[in-house]
């Protein structure tokens, strides 16, 4: 099936870490991606991380799979007010299209 | 700035009327895609191209939707006789399939389109 699943809200303070949970189905699934909504706008790219790693790291970005349990996590170091937005997992099907989550909307109070 | 775009940003209908969107990829993409996005969930799949040649339309594509790529650059979606559950973003996004280092096919969005259909 289709069917990626996420956490619908997240709210954290300002300069503390964020942590997305995802969980998807496609055990195929070669590349898994994080996008980012602002209000009003498309999805802008994040990350991504290939099916065969574990961890990837990118500034304060931090993506962790556990592809055993179809588990994926975002963590965002320091989070800002400016990281206030939806995030949408989404894994590739048939390796060209993506089938998202619901997104989790974070909120970043001071 | 190089990328997606679409056309309009906004558009608001009543409903038994037809619409059309555009979207411009990003210069030689070869792959170009269509989602459709509701409040309060994720984009939904509908159609892809590949050049051309319209690959895969999602059930969720009804016969009133029509999507094409005449020369493989843009892209138009038409809608024709317009309901009230059509209200939603349309969003568009492009790719370029490659092989090595990093994902094959990384797709890149465009703004969207807001469709109210009054």
């Known amino acids: 099936g289709e069917d990626v699943e996420q956490s619908l809200f997240l709210s954290v303070r300002e300069g503390d870490s964020s942590v997305i949970n995802c969980t998807y189905t496609?055990?195929?699934?070669?590349?898994l991606y994080w996008y980012k909504q602002e209000p009003g706008a498309g999805l802008q790219l994040l990350t991504y991380?290939?099916?065969?790693?574990d961890m990837k790291q990118d500034q304060r970005l931090t993506v962790l799979l556990n592809k055993k349990d179809k588990h994926l996590s975002l963590r965002i170091a320091d989070t800002q007010t400016g990281d206030s937005a939806i995030y949408f997992c989404?894994?590739?099907?048939?390796?060209?299209?993506?089938?998202f989550g619901a997104g989790t909307t974070v909120t970043v109070r001071a | 700035d190089t990328g997606v775009s679409q056309d309009p940003r906004h558009k608001i209908t009543k409903r038994g009327q037809n619409v059309t969107f555009r979207c411009d990829p990003i210069?030689?993409?070869?792959?170009l895609y269509w989602y459709r996005q509701t409040l309060g969930q994720g984009p939904e799949f509908l159609t892809y191209?590949?050049?051309?040649?319209?690959?895969?339309k999602s059930r969720l594509l009804s016969d009133r939707f029509s999507a094409e790529r005449p020369k493989g650059s843009f892209s138009t979606l038409e809608i024709q006789r317009t309901e009230q559950g059509d209200s939603a973003m349309y969003l568009c996004?492009?790719?370029?399939?490659?092989?090595?280092?990093?994902?094959?096919?990384?797709?890149?969005f465009g703004p969207g389109t807001r469709l109210t259909v009054l």
């Open positions: 996004a492009s790719s370029l399939p490659t092989s090595g280092r990093g994902p094959t096919d990384t797709q890149y």
């Open positions: 496609d055990s195929s699934s070669t590349y």
């Open positions: 991380i290939f099916s065969n790693m």
């Open positions: 989404a894994e590739t099907i048939n390796d060209y299209k993506l089938s």
């Open positions: 210069s030689e993409h070869n792959r």
């Open positions: 191209f590949q050049n051309e040649a319209q690959l895969e």
